[in-house]
């Protein structure tokens, strides 16, 4: 057997291996010194920290680990992750031994734990999260990723139900996906309460919130996809509904888009949204969210509304421009291209999106690491290996099936039925740049169509030989489930494929899926799924703490070319155009039978009609399903970086904690914001699903080129104007503070960075993202930048401080030095105090500043100083302190202008935008 190497892991890979993979002991009390143990070093609900550490003294209940850094960290037994597994070998014996128990003689059963354990060692297979935690550990935790269950029955019982089923699934490790299409609309009425339905959208806030108190099997937070079909009458409340505060925080969102009415967006034709009718006898009983078999079955419709699908359309894009989301799946096109069409129709997907499933269906997932097939004597891919991993890897994902625990019945019968497994991939960009090919490039797309191809053409041969061997899964019709859209794409490249089928069987109704890998892949240290790198040196925020992570393979070039750059192939998210992500994804899709977790990278000045366009090449070019991440739309992120000049990118500016990120570690690579990741400067804010910076590798951001454009006069014939002498570029590393202001809007942070030891530029974050007052505040932010970084005459400060002090609009906030009119006034007061604090006089004069709000009594200031934050507050008397937490009541909700009026008034009142000042309202 292989595996007499030890396989050492260290820094972030280490703690994610024992906090989320090893072997738990769950007896923390058998803590003895010289254990290897994770210590919670920060115990913050959103903001925790952990660290790797030895026992090296305990005395009763209080114990003191020494961490890998060498930090003495004393606390109580408690706050101790104790494992039975230290290294990844054992782990490897485990998983080996549990899969292979699930084959019929003991002779059989050596052989496959031999053969396992070899495509186990080095990572060549790497195991989904659940079955790593779980397998040969616990007969509790199931061993499967994620769920979806039927969508709700339409009354107070079913909607409970499904509550029940998700909270029971997500507490033994799983995600859930779930369609709200089945529950009636918002003012519906419901006769058995003689009143009006809250509507679907309003359900999906209760199980959203449910899935942020669930700790999953010990280790996680709840991970939850909610889903609506583009017929349902709610749909554009479902689509806006996290643009409302507090609703929905804790839940992935996708539109099911029908080819219909991606015909009506190209055509401009109206849309009718439409709902059963629920005084129909059979609702009750045969009502289940599909409405081509409740029309099927001459069952009544009744139409709510008529639009123009461009208008619905318009509203995801828009939204997915601000937000990256919802996301949208083509699920007529996806059910075309199952193999279950024939008898279980696809219903939602799973929270990251890559395995569309049937209700009561699971995700079982792993991933071949494509980065340990790089022939480096070839310099090639190692076929062979690959083709023997890959067939190895199917029988291991088929066992997987026969011994994970089930917690439904239902789950169980329909998994047997059909037998649904998903081998994936991670380390692609990896092993792209080993072959030296440029993620996008032509010569990438016809290298991705090779392998993926070659990979599914010998995953669905071991399929058909397993069911040669053990039975095909039982509901399958060799004729039906050839005429699947994919199976007809397969077999014409593939003819023998389909000579399988109808000779063998197959044992597995779909075989491939590509999963985002997040945590597992950076454990493994390669790229995760099959995004390019997010960046070659960044930090990441999770759980675990605030990790920087170093990719080998750049610092290993670098290390070997002192004073050298990186290779062209060497390419992150961010230097891909968007259309770059989609074509990639749509060769790869070609040849997984599930789906793709994928996001396209954008730019921050990339446009909504932008947007518009890759939405519909996505759709054009046979993706499943579409989600992007424009740089800057989230205040919140997983990764961040900043290009530091010459060098691998490193943050280094002033950055301010934020944010109620919906998708803790659901997309980690990000996929997803998460709780304490940090909102900075412009260029700072990376994104979900592997985002990066424009300044990653020195490419100009997008508002600075524009900016120095519009400037200098480039582009003009008559080239470069001597405005381009008076304009001061921004370096790639600018450091400053930011200042918490209570405004009259909103509470406020004011970034203000500084260029040779003057501000220099100002980032604005005051509303929700998408109102008028986010806009323009963000535009004020830039033409205050752009003011401050032209021309070299010294007053620049004292003339914005003096133009914008003391304008004034329909309100104000504070009490006398602390009062802020507006905000352009709070800019002042905030320019006011940055000048106070560089002259050195620091908390001495904060007092007089005229800052108001912030928490604590006083306005909070941070200030990143080399590796630390100084933190200051400006202290206010006990009556501006009462003045201003009054009006944090008053404002909790947020507002915006007022159209009419133009105040600042506007808020949500029965879910429509309604003007406390005039009386105006949106939906009058």
Known sequence: MTGKRVHRLEGLSEKIFLDRYAWKNSDVQQAKVGDVVLVLTKDDPKFPAKEVGEIVEREGDHVTVKTRSGELVTTEVEKLTLTVESTPEEMWDRLAGAMASAEPTAALQQEWKRRFRHILDGWKLVPGGRIAAGAGASDELTLFNCYVIPSPQDSRGGIMKTLGEMTEIMSRGGGVGINLSSLRPRRALVRGVNGASSGAVSWGGLFSYTTGLIEQGGSRRGALMLMMNDWHPDVLDFITVKQKMGEVTNANLSVCVSNAFMKAVKEDASWELVFPDTRD????????????????????????????????????????????????????????????????????????????????????????????????????????????????????????????????????????????????????????????????????????????????????????????????????????????????????????????????????????????????????????????????????????????????????????????????????????????????????????????????????????????????????????????????????????????????????????????????????????????????????????????????????????????????????????????????????????????????????????????????????????????VFAMAEALGRVCSLFLRYGDHGNKVELLIKHLKGIGGSGAIGFGVNRVESIADAVAKALELHAVSASGQGETCAAGTGLAGGGEGGAKMSIELGDGAVETHAEMSAAARAETDGADEQIAGSRDLCPSCGSATLINIEGCKTCSSCGYSRCS
């Open 281 to 772: 006898a059979a609702y009750d009983e045969s009502w289940n969210g599909d409405l081509d078999a409740w029309k099927s079955a001459g069952h009544k419709v009744i139409p709510y509304k008529t639009v123009k699908a461009r208008e619905i359309w318009h509203t995801i894009v828009e939204s997915a421009w601000k937000s990256a989301e919802p996301g949208v799946v083509f699920m007529e096109y996806y059910n075309q291209m199952s193999n279950s069409w024939y008898f279980n129709p696809i219903i939602c997907t799973n929270p990251c999106g890559e395995q569309g499933l049937p209700g009561w269906g699971v995700c079982n997932l792993s991933a071949i690491n494509l980065s340990r097939f790089y022939d480096d004597c070839q310099q090639d891919v190692a076929w062979e290996e690959l083709a023997e991993t890959t067939r190895w890897s199917v029988r291991f994902l088929d066992n997987v099936i026969d011994t994970t625990p089930y917690h439904f019945p239902e789950n169980e019968k329909n998994q047997k039925k059909e037998r649904r497994i998903g081998l994936g991939t991670m380390g692609l960009a990896e092993l792209m740049i080993k072959l030296k090919i440029r993620y996008g490039s032509p010569e990438s797309l016809e290298f991705l169509d090779k392998l993926y191809g070659f990979i599914a053409r010998e995953a669905y041969l071991a399929s058909a030989d397993i069911a040669m061997e053990k039975g095909s899964f039982k509901a399958f019709d060799a004729e039906l489930y050839l005429q699947s859209g994919f199976m007809k794409n397969i077999v014409e490249v593939y003819p023998e494929v389909g000579e399988a089928v109808r000779s063998k069987g197959i044992r597995n109704v779909t075989v491939i899926t590509q999963a985002p890998t997040g945590s597992t892949g950076t454990m493994v240290g390669t790229s995760t799924g099959i995004e390019p790198y997010f960046a070659f040196k960044y930090f990441r925020q999770s759980r675990l703490g605030y990790d920087e992570q170093l990719v080998p393979i750049a610092q290993e070039y670098l290390d070997s070319h002192p004073g050298g750059e990186l290779p062209s192939y060497y390419v992150t998210a961010m230097e891909l155009s968007a259309e770059d992500h989609i074509v990639a994804q749509a060769a790869i899709q070609r040849w997984v039978d599930s789906s793709i977790s994928k996001t396209a990278n954008c730019p921050a000045d990339f446009t909504i009609e932008d947007t518009k366009r890759l939405y519909e090449l996505a759709f054009d070019l046979g993706c499943k399903g579409v989600t992007i991440y424009r740089d800057g739309s989230r205040d919140v992120q997983v990764l961040q970086t900043e290009k530091k000049e010459q060098d691998l990118s490193v943050k280094e500016t002033s950055a301010q904690s934020a944010g109620d990120g919906p998708d803790a570690e659901l997309r980690e690579q990000v996929v997803s914001p998460e709780p304490g990741a940090s909102r900075g400067t412009e260029e700072d804010r990376g994104g979900s699903a592997g985002a990066g910076t424009a300044g990653d590798f020195g490419i100009q951001h997008p508002h600075e080129q524009r900016a120095a454009e519009e400037m200098t006069g480039a582009g003009t014939a008559g080239g470069k104007s001597s405005l381009d002498q008076q304009y001061k570029r921004r370096p790639a590393v600018l450091r400053g503070a930011t200042y918490k202001m209570n405004t009259p809007f909103g509470m406020a942070y004011i970034t203000i960075n500084d260029l040779n030891g003057i501000p220099g530029e100002i980032f604005l974050n005051v509303g929700k993202a998408g109102s008028d």
